[in-house]
């Protein structure tokens, strides 16, 4: 079974409604997980510790997509275009 990492970080955005951080040297790298489960876990308790400031976001990366090279992206890996 291939190992399907995940990668959780977050951080201050300029703007909540879009994907771009404030300060990018200031970036929360949170872990990289073996799974999806337990990258969730993680994700979930980062972003409840920082709930009270709605500027701030934490997301998980599928790390084992990016090994993939040819499968096709996905719109929700295609942010900002």
Known sequence: MAQRLHLVFGGELVDPTKNVFKDVEAIDVVGI???YDSAYDAWKAAAQRTVDNA???YYIAH???LREEEAEASPTEELGS
């Open 63 to 65: 790390l084992h997509r």
């Open 33 to 35: 997980f073996p799974d």
């Open 55 to 57: 500027h701030m976001r």
